[in-house]
């Protein structure tokens, strides 16, 4: 990747309200990477190589099954960091994080973490409130998970897979998808049953189509 002039990286930095915890000198020593949608920004089980800000756009988490089913868990938006909780823990990157939209992030080499941000106090406390919101809405949506009907769950899982495609067409196996979400096979027959005789959804095979995304929405957004 060509360097960027340093005016850019700067003029970024500021846009994004973040001269207070990036000095100046380290400037020249960060880059910042353009994502397309779809585009992946990490990868479970890679190396702890960078740290990354988000200064404009979205990134969606995803998160996979040992059977291979993958799911959106979180989004971070601008400002939002990836690889904090890595760092603290020491390990490889837990998740796939994938651009939801063209996305700009600044990557910041583990090197310049080690040897100068994590010796910063208002760097330390911009990552602590970054660790802090993510326990938050983490505990919240367990929450929401052990109380929330499993239709919403299901209307949910739809709603993320098919952005995810970006088309209204899911994969659709009943053993994976029961074992995803936690529930039966025969319990997720009759709530799937449920979304075709309101003509929601669509199942032909092992495909399901979405017929009708506002209802399947109102029903996911209980959860």
Do not use: W
Not at 76 to 99: M, P, Q, S, W
Not at 176 to 194: F, K, N, P, V, Y
């Amino acid at each position: 990747m060509p360097s960027q002039p340093l005016s850019d990286l700067n003029s970024a930095i500021i846009k994004a309200d973040l001269q207070e915890i990036i000095p100046p000198e380290l400037i020249a020593s960060l880059k910042i990477r353009h994502y397309r949608k779809n585009e992946t920004v990490m990868v479970t089980g890679n190396e702890l190589n960078y740290f990354y800000i988000i200064l404009e756009g979205k990134v969606a988490i995803h998160n996979s099954s040992e059977k291979g089913n993958v799911a959106v868990v979180d989004y971070v938006e601008k400002r939002g960091l990836l690889g904090d909780i890595e760092y603290f823990h020491k390990c490889n990157y837990l998740h796939t994080a994938i651009a939801a939209i063209p996305t700009d992030i600044l990557l910041i080499p583990l090197e310049i973490m080690q040897t100068h941000l994590t010796k910063s106090v208002s760097f330390l406390m911009f990552m602590c409130s970054s660790i802090t919101e993510k326990l938050m809405k983490s505990s919240i949506k367990n929450a929401r998970s052990l109380l929330y009907p499993a239709r919403n769950k299901l209307c949910k899982y739809m709603l993320q897979m098919s952005e995810k495609s970006g088309i209204p067409f899911i994969p659709f196996i009943n053993k994976d998808i029961a074992s995803t979400l936690g529930i039966s096979d025969r319990h997720l027959r009759r709530l799937l049953g449920e979304l075709i005789e309101e003509k929601i959804v669509l199942k032909e095979n092992k495909t399901v189509t979405i017929l009708d995304i506002e209802k399947l929405n109102y029903y996911s957004s209980y959860f």
